[in-house]
T-cell receptor
Framework: SQQGEEDPQALSIQEGENATMNCSYK?????LQWYRQNSGRGLVHLIL?????REKHSGRLRVTLDTSKKSSSLLITASRAADTASYFC???????????????FGTGTLLAVQP | DTEVTQTPKHLVMGMTNKKSLKCEQH?????MYWYKQKAKKPPELMFV???????INESVPSRFSPECPNSSLLNLHLHALQPEDSALYLC??????????FGPGTRLTVL
């Protein structure tokens, strides 16, 4: 399977704490993206980090990328109950050869933030 | 307009029915996608359209038939589905090599 792996599979924290999710992948990539999905709904794009970037910030989100280890992490700081959702990493493979990007999603982390 | 819309929200169909899922975006994206997502699993790519031409078919059974009538619309025609095809069907669109914008999905149940 080309699917990436995420860990932990599930994470439960208290409001105000930080949440860290990790993603490992198998192939060389153009970029890695993180998405959020509330239960049974569509995915919302959070952040995109390109293969030549090592760290990126967006609000309370911090993403790191280590292409030598084929891994990425997503840190959510000062979590809120509204952050409760599933989080997926998705890799956009290098040299796919098409005019479109083909995303391979990781297995996902289910985050529960307790008020 | 930064939204991808999908209709219907829910669909229940028998194995002999023919139905269609619809997706629309007005963001000028020239790539559109269909994904299938089973409960507690990540989305799996089914089809990709680029500039209204089918560019990727991930070995999807022929009972699923995609169509892209114009740059804003994407359809998924369903015929003779099986109960195991019950899932959330997600549509997305994007500019090339950028983030994808997802619709809310159609929850499909095949009886």
């Amino acid at each position: 399977s080309q699917q990436g792996e995420e860990d932990p599979q599930a994470l439960s924290i208290q409001e105000g704490e930080n949440a860290t999710m990790n993603c490992s992948y198998k192939t060389s990539i153009n970029n890695l993206q993180w998405y959020r999905q509330n239960s049974g709904r569509g995915l919302v794009h959070l952040i995109l980090i390109r293969s030549n970037e090592r760290e990126k910030h967006s609000g309370r989100l911090r993403v790191t990328l280590d292409t030598s280890k084929k891994s990425s992490s997503l840190l959510i700081t000062a979590s809120r109950a509204a952050d409760t959702a599933s989080y997926f990493c998705a890799t956009d493979r290098m040299n796919y050869g098409g005019a479109t990007n083909k995303l391979i999603f990781g297995t996902g982390t289910l985050l529960a933030v307790q008020p | 307009d930064t939204e991808v819309t999908q209709t219907p929200k829910h669909l229940v169909m028998g194995m002999t029915n023919k139905k269609s899922l619809k997706c629309e975006q007005h963001m000028g994206h020239r790539a559109m996608y269909w994904y299938k997502q089973k409960a507690k699993k990540p989305p799996e790519l089914m089809f990709v359209y680029s500039y209204e031409k089918l560019s990727i078919n991930e070995s999807v059974p022929s009972r699923f038939s995609p169509e892209c009538p114009n740059s804003s619309l994407l359809n998924l025609h369903l015929h003779a589905l099986q109960p195991e095809d019950s899932a959330l069907y997600l549509c997305a669109s994007s500019f090339t090599n950028n983030e994808q914008f997802f619709g809310p999905g159609t929850r499909l149940t095949v009886l």
